[in-house]
């Protein structure tokens, strides 16, 4: 069964930093792209970062985190982590990691909760 297992959301403020982590079970992760996508409250759910499973292929961010935001992955632990610094009240909302195929398929986790504000 395919999971995914988001944490490391909370309330922060305004310039402040976070680091979400998300395990994954029930795929071949190190073959696998993952991207964390965030849902906004009254918003559809948006790519933020995608990661591809070799380094051949770019990474690639919404330009609205550019600079800020930061994806990577352990293979080992079936992880992939989201570095998010100088954080903006915009970018709350909540994140979820999932690979293109079971997003597709509208298969997601519970996600983890960031709320940006003063």
């Known amino acids: 069964q395919v999971q995914f297992v988001e944490s490391g959301g909370g309330l922060v403020q305004p310039g402040e930093s976070l680091r979400l982590s998300c395990t994954v079970s029930g795929i071949t992760f190190s073959f696998s792209t993952m991207n964390w996508y965030r849902q906004a409250p009254g918003k559809q759910r948006e790519l933020v970062a995608s990661?591809?499973?070799?380094?051949?292929?770019?990474?690639s961010y919404i330009d609205s985190v550019k600079g800020r935001f930061a994806i990577s992955r352990d293979n080992a632990k079936n992880s992939v982590y989201l570095q998010m610094n100088s954080l903006k009240p915009e970018d709350t909302a909540v994140y979820y990691c999932?690979?293109?195929?079971?997003?597709?398929?509208?298969?997601w986790g519970q996600g983890t909760q960031v709320t940006v504000s003063s």
């Open positions: 990661m591809p499973a070799t380094t051949r292929d770019p990474i």
């Open positions: 999932n690979t293109p195929g079971f997003s597709a398929r509208n298969h």
